[in-house]
């Protein structure tokens, strides 16, 4: 005659804790790591939004530029005069329809790890306030314009644009962030592309 086990032994009530307590840590371990893959999702899906953003208003803006006409101050300047570049220049492209609205004076540089973008109201938005667009942890940026090309010579890239009342070919923005994902230069055709050479 055998008798009936009535409960578990000590054992393997230790064994089923033991192998309960592996359980529980794997799914933690699994779900922390899911969280942080997914804040490292949000954040990179928030910093490319923001990218696109100020690449958007900034292609709109140095895309319409006021008749030289108009102003009586430079179209466009690149200031190397500090540890980075400055981009200044007047634009008819901040607020909708763009071209058609009053002129704005409009700088992009570098400041405290963060490229900012501040328009002001310079002529004709008498009652209009700032703009401001701004990327946070960005450790490098640089201006490049692209010159007319003439009869004699090709164009070339350059650091600064000295011409006051005319504006370059094109213009390029590079900017680099602090987790060293350098974004694609943002290049900006202002004049029309000439015609291939014969």
Not at 82 to 107: I, K, M, N
Not at 173 to 195: K, M, Y
């Amino acid at each position: 005659m055998t008798r009936r086990r009535q409960g578990f032994t000590l054992l393997e009530v230790i064994v089923a804790i033991t192998v309960t307590g592996l359980a529980l840590t794997t799914a933690g371990m699994a779900l922390s790591a899911a969280r942080g893959t997914a804040a490292r999702i949000q954040r990179h899906e928030a910093r490319t939004e923001a990218d696109s953003r100020v690449r958007a208003v900034l292609t709109d803006m140095l895309r319409h530029a006021p008749r030289a006409e108009q102003v009586d101050e430079p179209l466009l300047v690149v200031d190397r005069t500090g540890t980075t570049p400055v981009l200044r220049f007047l634009s008819t492209g901040v607020r909708e329809p763009y071209g058609t609205g009053g002129v704005w004076r409009v700088v992009v540089g570098l400041r405290d790890s963060t490229l900012v973008l501040r328009a002001t109201p310079a002529l004709g938005e008498v009652d209009a306030s700032p703009l401001t667009a701004t990327l946070s942890s960005v450790t490098g940026f640089d201006v490049r314009a692209l010159e007319h090309a003439t009869s004699l010579t090709a164009a070339v890239w350059r650091a600064d644009w000295p011409i006051a009342q005319d504006r370059p070919r094109a213009i390029e923005l590079t900017w680099q962030r602090a987790d060293d994902a350098t974004s694609p230069p943002l290049r900006v055709v202002l004049a029309p592309l000439e015609r291939p050479r014969s």
